[in-house]
């Protein structure tokens, strides 16, 4: 038998394509994430464990900064922040 790829909606398998079994056939199979999701996946589990980890930025008033670069956009474009 081939590789058969299906897509994963609300709990059922939907084959992409068609399979020569007949209905109410039971199958094995074992459920392997492929393409964008599985890398998607992965990529966010990167980046959870990255933010999980305190780092030192050296400023110790980080809200002000971010109203200090607010204030500054908003002298460049004053119509940015409206």
Known sequence: MKTVHAVYEQGV???????????HCEVEFEPRPVGSSAANGAALADVYEVLSE????????????????????????????Q
């Open 13 to 23: 398998c939907k084959p992409k394509e068609r399979v020569e079994l007949p209905d």
């Open 54 to 81: 305190r780092y030192e930025s050296g400023e110790s008033d980080v809200a002000a900064r971010h109203d200090e670069h607010r204030q500054a956009q908003a002298r460049a474009d004053p119509g940015l922040h």
